[in-house]
């Protein structure tokens, strides 16, 4: 159902991150949840629902070029990507933020500090791998921030 790749990552740390990237998130839901406040709580929360809905979005808005691996099919710059070249991960990290408070120990946060790692880590094979098959791509990326609108 989707277009074939015209650029793959190619390499074991292309793979393994984005493997990490996406599960990493497990190691935090094992761990023993904390009690908070109210207050935390609902903050956690909504983050958790927020973070899953804009990355639902985001992996609509890219339909059949949505992929784990660092593949490029289509350059799609609609939706959240007007604004934001990688808005799935930065939907990915705010859910992750949320359970983090929820399970928050030295581990959650360092499960948090990987996941975060490797996720850069994709983000840079993706822009290689698209900057390849797409010449336009550097224009894009002048036009547009990375994972935060006027920060990153």
């Avoid at 939907?91 to 949320?98: K, Q």
């Amino acid at each position: 159902f989707r277009d074939k790749p015209q650029a793959k990552a190619k390499g074991l740390m292309p793979c393994a991150a984005a493997i990490a990237g996406m599960y990493l998130i497990v190691g935090i839901v094992i761990l023993p949840p904390v009690e908070l406040s109210n207050q935390l709580y609902l903050t956690s929360t909504l983050l958790v629902v927020i973070g899953t809905l804009f990355a639902l979005y985001s992996a609509l808005n890219l339909g059949q070029s949505l992929s784990m691996m660092s593949e490029a099919r289509r350059l799609v710059v609609r939706g959240p990507y007007a604004m934001i070249r990688h808005p799935l991960y930065l939907g990915e990290a705010i859910v992750l933020v949320g359970l983090t408070l929820q399970f928050f120990s030295l581990s959650a946060v360092l499960i948090l500090m990987l996941q975060c790692a490797c996720q850069v880590i994709r983000i840079n094979n993706e822009e290689r791998v698209l900057l390849k098959a797409f010449p336009q791509y550097r224009n894009y990326m002048a036009q547009t921030a990375r994972l935060i609108p006027y920060i990153y």
